[in-house]
C-alpha cells in the first residue's frame, strides 16, 4: 500500500513540475502578432486552459448530482 503512495505523490509532483516549465515556457516565446491584449500576458494560456478544466469539472459534477444521480430507492 505504501508503493501506491508513492507512486501518485511521484505523479503528483511531476504534474506540478510540468505546470511551472509550461507557465516558464511561455515567458520566452516570441509573439510577432498579438490581437488581443491578454495575448501578450506571459502565461495566460496555461492559467485560463486550467481554470477553465477545472470549473468544467465542477460544473459538470454539479449537473449530473443534481440531474443524472437518483436516490438509491428510486425503482421501489
Known amino acids: ?3 501506491i ?3 501518485i505523490k ?3 509532483y511531476l504534474f ?5 516549465i ?11 502578432k498579438i490581437e ?10 496555461a492559467l485560463y486552459g486550467l481554470v477553465s478544466s477545472i470549473l468544467l469539472i465542477i460544473v ?3 449537473i449530473g448530482h443534481k440531474l443524472l444521480l437518483r436516490k438509491e430507492d428510486y425503482y421501489d
Do not use: C, Q
Open 10 to 12: 511521484t505523479l503528483r
Open 22 to 32: 509550461v507557465v516558464l515556457a511561455d515567458f520566452f516565446i516570441h509573439r510577432e
Open 36 to 45: 488581443f491584449f491578454w495575448d501578450a500576458i506571459p502565461g495566460f494560456s
Open 1 to 3: 500500500m505504501d508503493n
Open 16 to 20: 506540478y513540475a510540468s505546470l511551472v
Open 5 to 7: 503512495n508513492i507512486n
Open 60 to 62: 459538470s459534477k454539479a
